[in-house]
């Protein structure tokens, strides 16, 4: 059987905007009519999805599989790591958990976990013509170069020709495509076809002297230089950051004396699905931003704790920072202030935190805000399911994706949030969460509520409502198809596509 058609994106280091020139490239590919998926050997990430199937990904995966209007699969993304210290991860293959890992350990076991790569890539090929495959980090760090399977040793495994990108405006760029050149075997040097210059500001003409001197240098032509886009505004491009927080989203408190509501999201060390807030931050009565201190929370209207892949560390953070206390008083004074807790920021709002097993963290034990009169224990499946849901108080739909490892108990005390009507495609009838303080207090373990464009903007008038404001109508719903053609239309007008398919094709 003849196998896909490769393209593999590599960068100069993190951050880069690998993720969205594949993204862009997979959607160009598919309106170019070919049979496209996104392929990422590892991802090491907090912000996963859940797939059909009930496996864990990177959200990167499941936001390129959008890009190819295909279901997200387990074979896109075979391994994920997970950090949850500086030094231990989750591991994750093939959507499934199968231990917490130091960084050492990890790396030994890393030789073993390369089959599971390749095979996933070799059900890919045999599914689709195309397959844009994104690598990790930087394709030359010395320390990690003898044990990568995500870079160039896959690229070579796949036969795939490399585009390399670089991020101009962290400056340097010249130096930075160079170099990493420099840094690879002569052999790894043959598989770099391309370079692509990203986030450029200004009038590209200006580059000619360093685009004319990085060719001859090198030997290898620059595919595109794709200008810098702002993800707000009218021309703005609005999709996910793949695993963080943009530095404009943290800011100030919106002081313009507009009825904006001021949404503060705690920004936990272990931050978890933080495009949860996305559609959130596109409203045009929120002024959405991510804090680190407590000093930092200021007339916050709404106050988010978010997931977090180790939610006793965290919890042990915010008692710690002075973020608990500061939490409490504003509940207490301000009786308009909401407070939202979504999965691991859910079962800190209880009373008590255990995990017997070890699960998550080495703490078997702590106690947390105390603000619900509920109790977390931590089991050792984990829960991954999609599931579509009612709000309990208005029965306006929502669907989403559940991942933890906790079950909280006495919330029947309380009035649900949700009621889950569907889990993995199959009718049920289950509660999620709770609602306190008269709807002050809002907990679940659905991620991705908010993205339901009724459902977002009921909540937020709700909340305009207890500060006495008036309602606003949702004029415009998020429509992510609609913004990957933006994406694939900026991206295709600052490329040169002829030389793009002579690349592919292995013409160049």
């Known amino acids: 059987m003849k196998r896909a058609k490769t393209l593999h994106i590599c960068g100069t280091g993190s951050g880069v905007g690998k993720s969205v020139i594949a993204s862009a490239l997979c959607r160009i590919f598919l309106q170019d009519g070919y049979r496209v998926c996104p392929f990422k050997a590892q991802n090491m990430a907090l912000n996963s999805f859940v797939t059909r199937e009930g496996g864990e990904i990177g959200r990167a995966q499941a936001f390129q599989a959008e890009a190819c209007r295909i279901e997200p699969h387990v074979d896109m993304n075979p391994i994920l790591i997970k950090p949850t210290a500086d030094r231990r991860a989750q591991v994750i293959v093939h959507g ?91 052999e790894e040097r043959k598989q770099v076809k391309a370079f692509i210059i990203n986030k450029f500001r200004g009038d590209a003409r200006l580059l000619k002297p360093g685009i004319d001197f990085l060719e001859k240098r090198t030997g290898i032509k620059v595919l595109g230089v794709i200008p810098y886009f702002h993800p707000s505004g009218r021309n703005g491009i609005k999709i996910s950051e793949e695993d963080s927080v943009p530095l404009d989203n943290f800011k100030g408190a919106d002081m313009s004396g507009r009825r904006k509501l001021n949404i503060d999201v705690i920004y936990l060390p272990h931050i978890s699905n933080f495009t949860d ?23 916050p209207d709404i106050i988010i704790i978010p997931g977090t892949k180790n939610t006793a560390n965290d919890l042990r ?176 007008k600052n490329m040169d596509m002829k030389y793009l398919y002579k690349i592919i094709e292995g013409g160049a």
């Open 96 to 186: 499934k958990p199968i231990a917490n890992m130091s960084a050492l350990r990890y790396v030994r076991h890393k030789k073993r976990l390369s089959g599971a790569a390749f095979s996933s890539f070799d059900r890919l090929s045999r599914r689709y013509e195309l397959i844009v495959m994104e690598g990790a980090g930087s394709p030359v760090e010395i320390n990690l170069k003898s044990h990568d399977i995500v870079n160039l040793k896959m690229a070579r495994y796949a036969a795939a020709p490399v585009v390399l990108v670089g991020d101009i405006d962290k400056g340097g760029v010249f130096a930075w495509l160079v170099g990493t050149l420099e840094l690879m075997e002569r």
């Open 277 to 299: 807030f996305d559609a959130l931050e596109r409203e045009p009565d929120v002024s959405l931003r991510y804090i680190k201190t407590p000093e930092s929370l200021n007339r």
């Open 317 to 492: 953070r915010l008692k710690e920072s002075g973020f608990a206390q500061r939490l409490d008083r504003i509940m207490r004074d301000d009786k308009s202030a909401v407070l939202i807790g979504i999965c691991g920021g859910f079962q800190m709002l209880g009373a008590r935190i255990r995990d017997p097993h070890g699960t998550e963290s080495r703490q078997k034990e702590t106690d947390a805000l105390g603000m619900l009169k509920m109790e977390t224990v931590f089991g050792k499946d984990k829960v991954l399911s999609r599931v579509k849901a009612k709000e309990a108080s208005s029965g306006l739909e929502v669907s989403g994706y559940e991942i933890h490892h906790g079950k909280s108990r006495n919330i029947r005390n309380y009035m649900p949030a949700f009621i889950i009507i569907e889990r993995n495609g199959k009718i049920v009838r289950d509660t999620d969460g709770v609602v306190a303080m008269n709807g002050r207090i809002y907990g679940t373990y659905i991620h991705g509520i908010f993205d339901a464009d009724t459902f977002r903007r009921s909540f937020l008038n709700r909340v305009r409502l207890r500060k006495g404001w008036g309602v606003l109508s949702s004029k415009t719903s998020f429509n992510p198809d609609r913004e990957l053609n933006k994406l694939a239309g900026h991206v295709r």
